[in-house]
């Protein structure tokens, strides 16, 4: 098992997620950093994430998962929501072109936070927590750093959010290669207090864990860490 029993971050993940709010199930949303230059060539470690947060949230719940790229248009519509096998999450991923700015917290906001946390807690639809995973291979570009900081905060005290308790949205910032830009803005986040309670940091790159785990022919294992 790789999991133990007592593992701090299965510990955290239960508290963050299911302690404060009593639902039957979790939603997912992603979104997920991509530019021309960069994330680019990181595609296949992306998809294979991905795939896996299908099969893994299949398991969690029958609900699936919502997926929301930076620069893509799609999504918005509820095109990619509630995606609950891994063909589904393949067959949008081949649309989507890479390129264009890292604005993370601004399409946070815009795509996540605002329609389907706030909206849904002003409008009392909010049935289960949202745990919403972003993937990033670098700082943000296109806006100002602290934004992505600044957006999480404001669904922290978002009025709408008091009575699911603090677990009715949690936060997860995972990185694919090797910035140090990258490493130190994830370092940033994970020291930051103030949204301490909603957000869990990784800064361990993905796709080493992944070619980790490949090489020892056991992704199973790959998909449990992530």
Not at 122 to 138: A, C
Not at 148 to 159: A, E, F, N, V
Request: aromatic residues 8%; positive net charge; glycine residues 8%.
């Amino acid at each position: 098992m790789f999991f133990g029993p007592h593992d701090p971050f299965v510990q955290t993940l239960v508290e963050k997620a299911v302690g404060e709010v009593k639902r039957a199930s979790t939603e997912f949303g992603l979104p997920c950093e991509h530019n021309s230059l960069s994330m680019r060539k990181h595609k296949k470690v992306l998809k294979t994430t991905l795939l896996n947060l299908a099969r893994l949230s299949t398991l969690l719940a029958p609900v699936g998962i919502s997926i929301r790229f930076l620069n893509h248009l799609w999504g918005c519509n509820g095109d990619s929501d509630n995606l609950l096998t891994a063909e589904a999450v393949e067959g949008q991923f081949s649309e989507v072109w890479f390129y264009g700015f890292s604005k993370l917290g601004t399409t946070l906001s815009k795509k996540i936070v605002q329609p389907m946390i706030i909206k849904k807690a002003e409008e009392r639809t909010l049935k289960r927590p949202v745990i919403t995973m972003i993937i990033t291979d670098g700082e943000p570009s296109g806006e100002r750093r602290e934004t992505l900081r600044d957006t999480i905060q404001s669904c922290k005290q978002s009025m709408a959010l008091q009575s699911y308790g603090k677990a009715a949205a949690v936060f997860v910032v995972s990185r694919i290669g090797n910035s140090t830009d990258a490493d130190k803005f994830i370092g940033e986040l994970q020291s930051d207090k103030t949204i301490a309670d909603m957000t869990y940091c990784s800064r361990e790159a993905l796709d080493e864990q992944q070619e980790v785990f490949k090489q020892c022919g056991d992704n199973n294992r790959y998909t449990g860490r992530v």
